[in-house]
T-cell receptor
């Protein structure tokens, strides 16, 4: 299995809703990432988990809450989002944390979020 | 500040060759990556350069000059399926990836 699976593919939510994005990989990768990507913009790093511990939080607002239940799963809990949070949310994984070799990222197809 | 520049959009003809340039200014350098992203799909890894020179992988090649802060991705024998966005990313001294905005490549028959 060489894939990163993200669900749901599309999500529409109101500003008062609570929802979650899910990400799963079975490649034995020990680092997992959440990125946010707006149209025609580069991916922006949000969070990095390395060996199931949060290692990087790029000053993301607390309305985004990551969770790594085990080495194969990564969730992003969403609460009280704003319309400007509408974007493509990409999950990625790599063999290990940032500090070694090529450390190629394998991305999921993304969850397209619309906040009304 | 850190900056990666790529052309926003390029057009090329099926069967031809196209070169997508990437220039970067980052705090340190620990490798440069090229990813391909089709609309609505995951970015997929194409190439990694950490030393100067050319890396060839089938129809795709990537070149790096660290002294010039410059890379290019060369696509040969273009096919319609090569229509996609191509993202350049540099890993800085803190081993963080700095991404370019991507180049949208349009292939015409």
């Amino acid at each position: 299995d060489t894939e990163v699976t993200q669900t749901p593919k599309h999500l529409v939510m109101g500003m008062t809703n609570k929802k979650s994005l899910k990400c799963e990989q079975h490649m034995g990768h020990r680092a997992m990432y959440w990125y946010k990507q707006k149209a025609k913009k580069p991916p922006e790093l949000m969070f990095v988990y390395s060996y199931e511990k949060l290692s990087i939080n790029e000053s993301v607002p607390s309305r985004f809450s990551p969770e790594c239940p085990n080495s194969s799963l990564l969730n992003l809990h969403l609460h009280a989002l704003q319309p400007e949070d509408s974007a493509l949310y990409l999950c990625a994984s790599s063999q290990q944390g940032s500090y070694s070799g090529a450390n190629v990222l394998t991305f999921g197809a993304g969850s397209r979020l619309t906040v009304l | 500040g850190q900056n990666i520049d790529q052309p926003t959009e390029m057009t090329a003809t099926e069967g031809a060759i196209v070169q997508i340039n990437c220039t970067y200014q980052t705090s340190g350098f620990n490798g440069l990556f090229w990813y391909q992203q089709h609309a609505g799909e995951a970015p997929t890894f194409l190439s990694y350069n950490v030393l100067d020179g050319l890396e060839e992988k089938g129809r795709f090649s990537s070149f790096l000059s660290r002294s010039k802060g410059y890379s290019y991705l060369l696509l040969k024998e273009l096919q319609m399926k090569d229509s996609a966005s191509y993202l350049c990313a540099v890993r800085d001294s803190n081993y963080q990836l700095i991404w370019g905005a991507g180049t949208k490549l349009i292939i015409k028959p």
